[in-house]
């Protein structure tokens, strides 16, 4: 499958990008990396061009709140984007906060799967257990 | 003169500028106190020299830390540079500038010395006569480097590859040659009227799993690009790496080979100096265990033999260190440099002859490409990633290297990428390392890697 | 081991004595933890063991004290004995004990072991499950030791030679001799049992300019008379001496000598460690910069190869140290241990061989005085000045050797007395320094080094 | 000439001590080092077994003060020693004290030379000095 990837905003942290490009190659996926101080609209153009299956987008400083509820609005300017997979993982809320809040928020948001501090090992096992499920739907 | 003197007035022809006298500032460079070049303090001094970090955005709050660092005894004083003064912003440095002095809250990460000029920052910089060193990572310095010599500072940090590819996605890699070949010019022609002013490249990159191959190389590099233009003082860096043996090696060969190519192009007459940076990686959130992790940087680097240390303070994981923690740094450093005698001679004739043959072999890739100019040979080795940096955010980093530590904590490589790292060396390399791992476990590792110091 | 009974009957006959089960102590020695022995966890552990200093008067504080070192992830919990149990005054010790218990001060510098008694003290020791090390000073250390056995005290600090030459002025070499080989034999029976009881030298002596050769002589006949009788875990030790090279020689020589001369008299299967203590001279009084010598004295132990390191405070100069203060230097040297990595392999031929012919010399001498026993021999050289301790205060000590610091801060002898330093050694250690200068110079520079980490 | 020296008191500092032998013989001096943790009764002792012409007494912990008033009393009992050159030098008086003041005090209690918190060859300059002064008279 295809997975476009990349760090949202203004954040120049590339070492958790670096990793995830490296563990979805490891796992098989065909990874477009846009890399860090991606925008919205960028991401949405990869993955038409692309034909991507799955979306993955992180932030790191918890500044996610402020373009994320632009995320719907945004996508539904583009076609056949329906079955696109959309996750986002990272620092999504300053602080800890509360993880089952921030993920109902995230999911309200669009996104299918929210990683909030998690692991990314733990974050792509998830990824696939959503891909199996789906698949048996 | 006459072409840069044409570049001199596109780039002056701003707004935001002094209204530069060039016949005034090269009366004061020739003038200028010898105490103000770092350049003749290197060549004098026989201690390594202090040099802590600092960059506020007023006048007065500069002025103030100066007063503080000169009471602390440090060596060699940092003027830090605004991050929209880096990115040519001199309309937003301005206004944030102004806000700053209004009120009690900085605006500014740092010093905007365009919108200060160099008349008025050139009173500070005499009146305390310490040397003082330009810190930016500005692609396009050519304005900041007029104002900054103009000013009395007679060092300059900073490269076309080590001042970009650490900290820019989409800056165009080809114009900030061009960029800095316009301030390796200004500074050489500088240096011709009094003492060098002296050159700094930033070895630290990316802080983050560099192989000391990679970060010799581009020290290598960004130095003859500026000997090339007639500099004649140039600091080589690297920072702390995480295995005490892996510096003494990295120093070794950095300044015997920095010597070699020095020589290779005719600049034998041209000073070089070893500038050593206490880690850079993440810091602990201890503050007492920082303050241990900076006194071994402190020993390391007088292991490695570095002409000047650059230091980093104890409230480093927590924020902008203040005043008061920079000059405790500075003082506990002068004191532990004051107390460590007895330095042993250690030489690692295989690592170093790994580590030489590495460096030799990518630098003759550089020189192999058909391009007509150095510093266009060098943009395609990048480009085509002969040269390719772990973690650079730079759209035209290659990032298929891929390193991790061993059981000693020393950087090795275990997939080289299009880096010509000899087999030889590769198979040393890699001999080192657990390579039973998968994926997921490698990327556990350069994790826990990345966090060594915590 | 019934001359030895005899003996033990004399000292035991005290009015402040524990009355001892010696059956029931056998039976607590044969069935203790493990982890109380710290040879153990020499034999185990993969890393430095970390020991700091400490002891009070009551049992609360002291238990107050470990209850602390365990939070703070010490490897080795200390006990330090007061003075007046030093000098086998249990009466003062008593008195000293109640006021301490009675009132808010601190009456006593130390733990006073034997008013305590073992059955006591082993109900702390055995809380904690920590190996636990004597620490004392004591001349006539008989019940002492006896006690702390009893107590699940299973390393015991000091010898003859250095518990009594820096410390006393009159006390009679001989009898601490004697004294010392019931001490080593009661260790050896012991070690019988279980996990074998750790002797440990204490390498320090005066801190204050002994040269290398003096300490390793030293270190080495204590070793030697311990084993003779039976002792099979010994550790050697020395402190911190200003030069990070002559450390790192010093510990090379003596690990290497300490295997030779066990070997030599049929004790080759002796576990043998080196303890490495940090710097005992004068601290500086800035507490700041006393961390800084700390963390330094740190990273020259892991270079030494040290098996353990005994830590001072950032409060050294200013006065006994808090158990915070304790605590603190615990937590960053292990942090220390825990970054410093990729150590370099660092051997210095020739000061090895020179310091390697020196103990030969001085050992052969030692060995070749015409007395029946080891101890009449060490005695004999110690009188006649064949061993010389620069600093000893003790009239028995020659202190006709000189030694002075080189340009590296080398401790060097200038002046051997009746030391047989041979010829070529001696010529070495004069040419690495300036004589030119005459005795009012030379008292100068002796002032300097003594002062050299201030 | 021929010196008695030693420490005073309780005090177990050798180095000074040392430091002061070692002094004393490159100036020329025959001395008796008594060393540390000396009683006063053992200095003039010594002096009357050596025939020496000068006592120097170091103390260095600032305890002086406590046994001083009885050197008098104590040379009193010894014949012979009126020619006797009685110096003191160290640590006088806990703190730094009143230099001039201290000087008056010890040269009361019988001292001809007092040294407080002097640097030693200073004081070993005094002590020629003051020979030779008194070879004048």
């Known amino acids: 499958m295809k997975v476009v990837t990349g760090v949202v905003g ?52 918890g500044e996610a709140e402020g373009w994320s509820r632009e995320v719907k609005a945004l996508k539904s300017k ?60 | 003169m006459s072409l840069l003197q044409e570049e001199r007035e596109i780039i002056l022809s701003n707004e935001y500028v002094d209204n530069f006298d060039f016949d005034e500032v090269e009366e004061f460079v020739r003038n200028a106190s010898k105490d103000l070049f770092i350049s003749h303090h290197f060549a004098k001094a026989d201690k390594m020299l202090v040099q802590p970090r600092g960059g506020f955005p007023t006048y007065k709050q500069q002025f103030d830390l100066y007063e503080f660092f000169v009471e602390s005894n440090v060596d060699v004083l940092p003027l830090t540079i605004d991050s929209n003064t880096r990115l040519n912003d001199y309309g937003t440095a301005k206004k944030m500038l102004r806000l700053s002095e209004e009120n009690e809250i900085d605006m500014l990460n740092g010093y905007p010395l365009v919108n200060h000029g160099y008349r008025t920052t050139r009173k500070m910089i005499t009146n305390f006569n310490k040397p003082v060193s330009l810190r930016h990572g500005t692609p396009d310095a050519r304005l900041l480097i007029e104002t900054a010599i103009a000013s009395g500072i007679f060092e300059i940090e900073g490269g076309p590859i080590t ?121 602990p959130m201890n503050k007492d265990f920082a303050e241990q992790l900076i006194n071994m940087s402190t020993v390391i680097a007088s292991m490695v033999g570095a002409d000047k240390i650059i230091t980093k303070t104890r409230e480093e994981a927590t924020g902008i260190p203040t005043p008061q923690a920079n000059a405790k740094t500075v003082a506990d450093t002068q004191y532990t440099l004051r107390i460590l005698n007895g330095l042993p001679n250690i030489v690692d004739e295989e690592e170093e002859e790994i580590l030489t043959l590495e460096v030799k072999a990518i630098m003759e890739a550089v020189f192999n490409d058909p391009a007509d100019t150095l510093w266009r040979k060098v943009f395609n080795s990048i480009k085509n990633g002969v040269i390719d940096v772990p973690f650079s955010p730079h759209i035209i980093n290659h990032n298929n290297m891929i390193t991790i530590r061993d059981a000693n904590k020393n950087i090795r490589i275990i997939d080289r990428g299009n880096v010509p790292i000899p087999d030889r060396c590769f198979e040393y390399e890699r001999a080192q390392c657990d390579l039973s791992k998968d994926t997921k476990g490698i990327v556990n590792d350069i994790i826990h890697d990345i966090g060594i110091m915590q």
Chains 1, 4 share one sequence.
């Open chain 2, 163 to 283: 001042y970009l590819l650490p900290y820019s996605k989409n800056f165009p890699l080809d114009k900030a040659f061009l960029y800095w070949k316009y301030v390796e010019r200004v500074c050489a022609n500088y240096s011709e009227l009094n003492e060098p002013i002296n050159r700094e490249s930033f070895g630290p990159l990316t802080a983050t799993l560099v192989p000391p191959s990679i970060t010799i190389v581009i020290q290598l590099l960004e130095m003859l690009l500026a000997l090339e233009e007639g500099v004649k003082s140039f600091s080589v860096s690297f920072s702390q790496q995480g295995s005490m043996n892996q510096d003494i090696v990295t120093g070794a060969v950095i300044k015997k080979l920095a010597r070699f190519y020095a020589e290779e192009i005719g600049c034998g007459d041209a000073a070089i100096h070893l500038v050593y940076h206490q880690w850079m990686g993440a810091f």
């Open chain 1, 78 to 137: 583009y076609k056949n984007l329906d079955d696109l997979i959309m996750m986002i993982g990272g620092n999504l809320a300053v602080g800890r906060g509360d993880a089952e809040e921030i993920e109902r928020k995230y999911k309200n948001y669009g996104f299918d799967l929210v990683c909030h501090q998690i692991d990314l090992n733990t974050g792509l096992d998830w990824l696939e257990e959503f891909i199996e499920k789906r698949k048996t739907q």
């Open chain 1, 10 to 61: 203004n954040d120049i942290h590339v070492v958790a990008n670096r990793l995830m490009e490296l563990s979805l190659n490891a796992r098989g996926y065909e990874v477009f990396n846009l890399g860090v101080n991606t925008h919205l609209e960028e991401f949405f153009d990869a993955v038409v061009e692309t034909g991507a299956n799955i979306l993955l987008i992180s932030s790191l400083n």
